[in-house]
């Protein structure tokens, strides 16, 4: 009592003078007890920090193990205390009736106890309470979208006894692991979905990318395993071949009768794809196709499934009549019935990676393989029965680019299930956010929640914010691709590009926080980072290394760019901008510049307005400076590299400008007014936190000035603590089970 | 020939008229052959991408599987091209001398060949042409400073053959490894260095602090676990133990015959050291101390070498006659000879973790465990054998904060340990850009090398300058720490948690970009940045976690601040900031804030005053807004939690001012020319690069603008390419050795 008492560093007037009465009426004290008490509520001599920590220590200490339903009052823990430390001591005075009721009065009279204190000494059962302030389940069902129902049903697999997590610190005994969890899947029927209904799928590229995602917030190396057979070798034949491949392959891949490869990186050309150097020669003699490795750099490289592999589609430099054709993929067989490799063939594993140990990435080189002219995955490109090479595309160029344009689904996919992970980190550190207390405002108090604290905020509510622009931003992208066309292709190509890089750079940066997030537990495989971190640390790598696809980007919006204005030369590019501008210049005048109205701040046309201004002003300065370089003699590739870095940044622009948008109008479409309100808050923090982030190029842009740079900044930490609030209910919409969570830290 | 007569897209027409001409004279050639290559040597019309990709392949077969001493010729290269070819058809006419003749002459009189693409055909056997530009001993010597001699006999030890890196996948086996390798490092006398000659080492925490640095080189784990016995657990006996205890166990602790933990850290409370829960309670009776935890959260966690450890350095609230005197270290036995458990001790296994498997990190808990109260570290605490607590230091925070400074060492050892694994990874990404050639000019030249993209050298040249900042900084930072007093702990306290903080984010950040830069091959075990990655990533949590400390840099700041008016009061303040601002406000001049001047921003006395100016603008700033807070009734504590992030950046901006200063002293000392210009182009790159990433801050107060803001972008991107030039001699000046390197990519 003492302890709740001076809580508040204060003994009040009243209260000491009720103590000093009362200690006379405790009929248990002895006289030494009484002389200690004294001088404990010695109003003017309050108890220092190791005295306080010592009551703490031993009030701890008893209620800790005592169960929930013991914490009752204080009396009740004061006598067990009592009856703790006098084990060893004669006497049962605490069993008293007479000491119970003298304490109880007491503690009915002691009316200035702190609730806080009270609370800390009878914490709850651990495991947070829901804010209730929004529905949880209209959220994830927002998120959900279009696939709710197959997102359930993976939610509810995944939760089956067969998918637990395991240690594994062999390879051999890990991937063994993955490839029957991707047999349990393939049993299910999910990992035809996307192949034609004529091979027993049902066409669904979109229930596939949820299928996709869903794994990413179990095991990684069980994504990409999925990933490798259903989409990327399923996926080659079927966009790269033709309906005799799709009716003799697609049933027995979909059914992992057929375990595959898709061999297209080298080791000396991952980014180039055309400077492939395996070569499949058409041999007119025997009508077979000969497909070989020149030289040992020209072998595949960190090829999925390369042990588990029956066959491959093998990417290679298609010569037919000594003339080459460009590259091609052919499916080679690596294995046969008994798994033994066929003759030329030459596998080697890869050995150990920083993550991903579950799939069985390999070295394959290929010795004067000859297969027969029908494995050519032949859409783009066939060889007929004379031994002459025919295609739908003349232009070599215009047929590789097609080519690879149709297997741009992995990279729709790849980043939603870096999200996936992302979400599980954020979920983690956040509910540990909402427990973990350190330090604290003075020692009698409790000590300050970690989320209490603005540093903490500011480090995670900003990525729970971008999370969900991401994730809005990826559903765009995806139905957009779902509904693509040849038109709307190159498009979506420069979009998928954007997106992968800057959604799985963002994973790589939150993962990192939410691991320190959560301190040394954060290190500990038991809480899930280890493995979240290092599988998917290689996301920015593989589907194409992000800053070369992010100099993609930058490309395709120049290309498209100057697409328009071909005809109309540089007036035209004047007009141009000065149409899409326009706006943007309205924003620029100097009342707008300073203005730091909150209002204005969180008002979305001026967020879309500054995302829009960066991206066309890049776009036009960036192109300004290549016209520059190029009519002063600069070739136009150096002048490109010389504009690299200026490059990427309007690529992130583009990206940035795209996502803000898609999250606006998510925001608009929801009808839930409570949802509605909390999605504004997330989409104007990643608004006003991505604009902090540039505020370097908005100041240098002339486009804010310093006072509303610096209100951006309050109001950036304004919403941090505003979206706190809500944090908890925003990572349960994400709706992870608890179990396919499965963080020790949680439980 | 026709390969490197087309590799600049041309033919001229002497090549043309020359090989129409020469064609006739081939004796060897058939009909069909001339007709061929006929068609190959029209100006007029190319050979297209697919075909040179093609001959490509075709000579880069052969290369590679010729020998170096092959490698003579075109006409040898293509002599043996035609051997390969024609194996399964007739005759030998490519042995005919008369041939080669022909073909040589052709050759010569070839002489517009590119000399790149020739270069590209016989490419020197791999491994890195040093530039020659600067002297690498003698700069390797200046990075060596005053310990080139232990580092020198580090940099022999760790050649040994029983230093060999095995990928471990059970932490038990990779734990006796380390203790293996402990031991090998206790036998060459290198854990007893800082220990005082009287018990066999040598008083010198700066030898200590260099072999701990040069195990970072190789195995992390290793450098952990030899900190962890003889800086923590050994440097716990020396520091809060007196020469009874020095005396009686650290010649045994320093030569490993008794691993001990040092046990701080408690699951419920890491960073807040004062809120520990472990009580250590004195019993008159038996003259003993009885340690205790007193519930299960209180256990210790995290304890490295808890599975092999003898003793501990246990950290409790020390209570002697029923008052608490606050935390203490005391010493435990934890097992017996034959390593069992004593009563009353529980050991849990950490299990696995992200890194660091081959360090034995685990909980401990004490029940009633009682020892000597010889055991009592008690250099700042002592109990008599009337059962009277003393002790020099009356005021129990200052005693508290004292005994915690005396343990700093460590805060100043780790991130060098750090940066070694920095200097690892920068020195394999460097090296890997100078090697690895994609995509390029077009399909006839070379492809790039990785390090000729600006985007690549913005990447890793402003981590390599930063590197060599941060090498200098801690090695300030390191001898002011050797010759520390009184007077002057404090600061260095501040100081090392500042260098700490700063120095192991940066290892993480600089270890995932040099990870990204490799590509997949920076993935794969083998290349070692899965382990430096991983062991690393904890320091930026163990040693205090960094936003802690950053908010201790702070505090510190503004304490000596405060401390240096306490009676001036606010006109002190000004006073002083008028003194300390007056060269900062000197450069806020109009001219100064625009001048683009590459001279201007390449001044020391500009980058100085930049950094000084943020420093003191933001504790100024923070100052003032605290006061106001505190004025308008806020509590001390809510107006700091409020001020967090302002807190962290004038944190972070301390450190960059004390290591830019350091840096620039640093070349000033260099007598070297060549040396001293290559350090001043790094000291450049930190200093404009730090600037360009705070360009926000500074064009919000108008320290500069827009157009110096853009000059110093370019400025960076000049110092990038230039300091490219020697990025391998400064690479290698850190002297790792090539074994210790032991990158398969690298070889």
């Given at each position: 009592m003492l302890y709740v008492a001076w809580a508040d560093q204060v003994l009040s007037p009243s209260e000491a003078k009720l103590l000093q009465i009362k200690l006379k009426d405790l009929?248990?004290?002895s006289a030494g007890d009484r002389e200690l008490l004294k001088s404990w509520i010695n109003p003017s001599n309050p108890p220092d920090r190791e005295l306080f920590q010592h009551w703490r220590i031993l009030i701890h200490n008893r209620s800790a193990e005592s169960t929930a339903e013991d914490r009752k009052s204080l009396v009740d823990l004061g006598l067990e205390m009592a009856r703790a430390a006098a084990?060893?001591?004669?006497?049962?005075?605490?069993?008293n009736p007479e000491t119970r009721q003298a304490l109880e009065t007491l503690e009915n009279e002691l009316?200035?106890?702190q609730i806080k204190t009270y609370q800390s000494l009878f914490p709850k059962p651990l495991g947070e309470e829901p804010s209730?302030?929004?529905?949880r389940a209209a959220l994830t069902a927002i998120l959900d979208d279009d696939y709710a129902d197959i997102r359930n049903r993976m939610r509810v697999v995944l939760t089956d006894p067969v998918f637990e997590y395991q240690n594994f610190r062999s390879k051999e005994a890990y991937r063994d692991q993955v490839l029957r969890w991707c047999r349990y899947l393939a049993d299910q029927g999910?990992?035809?979905?996307?192949?034609p209904e004529a091979d027993g799928?049902?066409?669904d590229m979109g229930q596939y990318a949820a299928v996709f995602e869903m794994l990413g917030y179990f095991d990684l190396s069980l994504s990409i395993k999925f990933g490798v057979q259903f989409g990327l070798f399923g996926g080659s034949i079927q966009w790269l071949g033709t309906e005799k491949h799709h009716r003799k392959y697609l049933e027995d891949v979909g059914k992992l009768n057929i375990p595959g490869c898709?061999?297209?990186?080298?080791t000396g050309h991952g980014s180039n794809v055309?400077?492939?150097?395996t070569t499949a020669t058409y041999d007119q003699e025997s009508g077979n196709l000969i497909v070989h490795?020149?030289?040992?750099?020209?072998g595949k490289e960190?090829?999925?499934?390369?042990?588990?592999?029956?066959m491959a589609t093998v990417f290679a430099q298609l010569i037919v009549g000594g003339e080459n054709q460009g590259v091609h993929a052919v499916l080679v067989p690596l294995r046969d019935e008994n798994h033994h490799l066929l003759p030329g063939i030459k596998v080697e594993d890869n050995g150990y990676?920083?993550?991903?140990?579950g799939v069985d990435n390999g070295r394959i080189w290929f010795d004067q393989v000859s297969v027969p002219?029908?494995?050519?995955?032949?859409?783009f490109g066939d060889i007929d029965s004379d031994g002459n090479y025919t295609s739908p595309i003349k232009n070599p160029s215009k047929r590789f680019f097609t080519m690879l344009g149709t297997l741009v689904g992995g990279r729709v996919c790849v980043p939603r299930a870096g999200l996936s992970a992302t979400k599980s980190g954020l979920t983690i550190a956040i509910r540990y956010a909402h427990r973990r207390r350190q330090f604290g405002?003075?020692?009698?108090?409790?000590e300050t929640l970690l989320l209490d604290y603005p540093s903490h905020q500011l480090r995670l509510m900003p990525l729970l914010a971008k999370t969900y622009a991401l994730d809005f931003g990826l559903t765009f992208l995806t139905k957009k691709y779902l509904a693509r066309n040849a038109e709307s292709i190159r498009e979506i190509e420069t979009l998928a590009a954007g997106m992968k890089s800057y959604a799985t750079w963002f994973t790589t940066h939150s993962l990192q926080q939410c691991r320190e997030a959560c301190g040394?537990?954060?290190?500990?495989?038991e809480n899930r980072f280890a493995d979240l971190k290092n599988d998917t640390e290689i996301f920015t790598t593989f589907e194409g290394d992000n800053t070369v696809l992010m100099q993609l980007v930058a490309k395709g919006l120049l290309t498209a760019f100057q697409n328009e204005f071909h005809e109309e030369g540089t007036m035209g590019v004047l007009r141009y901008l000065g149409r899409r501008v326009s706006t943007s210049l309205a924003e620029r005048n100097p009342l707008t510049i300073r203005n730091t109205d909150p209002e204005h701040l969180r008002d979305s046309a001026f967020q879309i307005a500054a995302f829009r201004y960066r991206e066309d002003r890049l776009l036009y300065s960036v192109s300004q400076r290549l016209r520059a370089k190029i009519k002063a003699g600069t070739k136009s590739y150096d002048a490109y590299l010389e504009c690299q870095p200026h490059l990427l940044k309007l690529a992130e622009a583009h990206v940035e400008r795209v996502i803000i948008e898609a999250f606006t109008q998510e925001v608009k479409r929801t009808a839930d007014p409570a949802i509605k309100a909390v999605l504004k808050l997330l989409c104007d923090l990643y608004a006003l936190h991505t604009i902090e982030l540039h505020k370097g190029w908005y100041l240098e842009a002339n486009y804010i000035e310093s006072n509303k740079s610096k209100a951006i900044r309050r109001e950036v930490m304004l919403l941090c603590s505003q979206i706190k609030e809500y944090s908890l209910d925003l990572v349960e919409?994400?709706?992870?089970?608890e179990k396919v969570l499965g963080a020790e830290i949680l439980t």
């Amino acid at each position: 009592m003492l302890y709740v008492a001076w809580a508040d560093q204060v003994l009040s007037p009243s209260e000491a003078k009720l103590l000093q009465i009362k200690l006379k009426d405790l009929p248990f004290l002895s006289a030494g007890d009484r002389e200690l008490l004294k001088s404990w509520i010695n109003p003017s001599n309050p108890p220092d920090r190791e005295l306080f920590q010592h009551w703490r220590i031993l009030i701890h200490n008893r209620s800790a193990e005592s169960t929930a339903e013991d914490r009752k009052s204080l009396v009740d823990l004061g006598l067990e205390m009592a009856r703790a430390a006098a084990l060893r001591e004669d006497g049962a005075w605490w069993t008293n009736p007479e000491t119970r009721q003298a304490l109880e009065t007491l503690e009915n009279e002691l009316d200035t106890i702190q609730i806080k204190t009270y609370q800390s000494l009878f914490p709850k059962p651990l495991g947070e309470e829901p804010s209730g302030k929004i529905n949880r389940a209209a959220l994830t069902a927002i998120l959900d979208d279009d696939y709710a129902d197959i997102r359930n049903r993976m939610r509810v697999v995944l939760t089956d006894p067969v998918f637990e997590y395991q240690n594994f610190r062999s390879k051999e005994a890990y991937r063994d692991q993955v490839l029957r969890w991707c047999r349990y899947l393939a049993d299910q029927g999910l990992g035809i979905l996307s192949y034609p209904e004529a091979d027993g799928g049902e066409n669904d590229m979109g229930q596939y990318a949820a299928v996709f995602e869903m794994l990413g917030y179990f095991d990684l190396s069980l994504s990409i395993k999925f990933g490798v057979q259903f989409g990327l070798f399923g996926g080659s034949i079927q966009w790269l071949g033709t309906e005799k491949h799709h009716r003799k392959y697609l049933e027995d891949v979909g059914k992992l009768n057929i375990p595959g490869c898709f061999a297209m990186t080298e080791t000396g050309h991952g980014s180039n794809v055309r400077g492939l150097e395996t070569t499949a020669t058409y041999d007119q003699e025997s009508g077979n196709l000969i497909v070989h490795t020149p030289h040992h750099e020209a072998g595949k490289e960190y090829i999925g499934n390369a042990l588990h592999g029956r066959m491959a589609t093998v990417f290679a430099q298609l010569i037919v009549g000594g003339e080459n054709q460009g590259v091609h993929a052919v499916l080679v067989p690596l294995r046969d019935e008994n798994h033994h490799l066929l003759p030329g063939i030459k596998v080697e594993d890869n050995g150990y990676k920083m993550g991903l140990n579950g799939v069985d990435n390999g070295r394959i080189w290929f010795d004067q393989v000859s297969v027969p002219r029908e494995n050519l995955l032949n859409r783009f490109g066939d060889i007929d029965s004379d031994g002459n090479y025919t295609s739908p595309i003349k232009n070599p160029s215009k047929r590789f680019f097609t080519m690879l344009g149709t297997l741009v689904g992995g990279r729709v996919c790849v980043p939603r299930a870096g999200l996936s992970a992302t979400k599980s980190g954020l979920t983690i550190a956040i509910r540990y956010a909402h427990r973990r207390r350190q330090f604290g405002q003075d020692f009698t108090s409790p000590e300050t929640l970690l989320l209490d604290y603005p540093s903490h905020q500011l480090r995670l509510m900003p990525l729970l914010a971008k999370t969900y622009a991401l994730d809005f931003g990826l559903t765009f992208l995806t139905k957009k691709y779902l509904a693509r066309n040849a038109e709307s292709i190159r498009e979506i190509e420069t979009l998928a590009a954007g997106m992968k890089s800057y959604a799985t750079w963002f994973t790589t940066h939150s993962l990192q926080q939410c691991r320190e997030a959560c301190g040394g537990k954060g290190y500990l495989w038991e809480n899930r980072f280890a493995d979240l971190k290092n599988d998917t640390e290689i996301f920015t790598t593989f589907e194409g290394d992000n800053t070369v696809l992010m100099q993609l980007v930058a490309k395709g919006l120049l290309t498209a760019f100057q697409n328009e204005f071909h005809e109309e030369g540089t007036m035209g590019v004047l007009r141009y901008l000065g149409r899409r501008v326009s706006t943007s210049l309205a924003e620029r005048n100097p009342l707008t510049i300073r203005n730091t109205d909150p209002e204005h701040l969180r008002d979305s046309a001026f967020q879309i307005a500054a995302f829009r201004y960066r991206e066309d002003r890049l776009l036009y300065s960036v192109s300004q400076r290549l016209r520059a370089k190029i009519k002063a003699g600069t070739k136009s590739y150096d002048a490109y590299l010389e504009c690299q870095p200026h490059l990427l940044k309007l690529a992130e622009a583009h990206v940035e400008r795209v996502i803000i948008e898609a999250f606006t109008q998510e925001v608009k479409r929801t009808a839930d007014p409570a949802i509605k309100a909390v999605l504004k808050l997330l989409c104007d923090l990643y608004a006003l936190h991505t604009i902090e982030l540039h505020k370097g190029w908005y100041l240098e842009a002339n486009y804010i000035e310093s006072n509303k740079s610096k209100a951006i900044r309050r109001e950036v930490m304004l919403l941090c603590s505003q979206i706190k609030e809500y944090s908890l209910d925003l990572v349960e919409a994400f709706a992870i089970p608890e179990k396919v969570l499965g963080a020790e830290i949680l439980t």
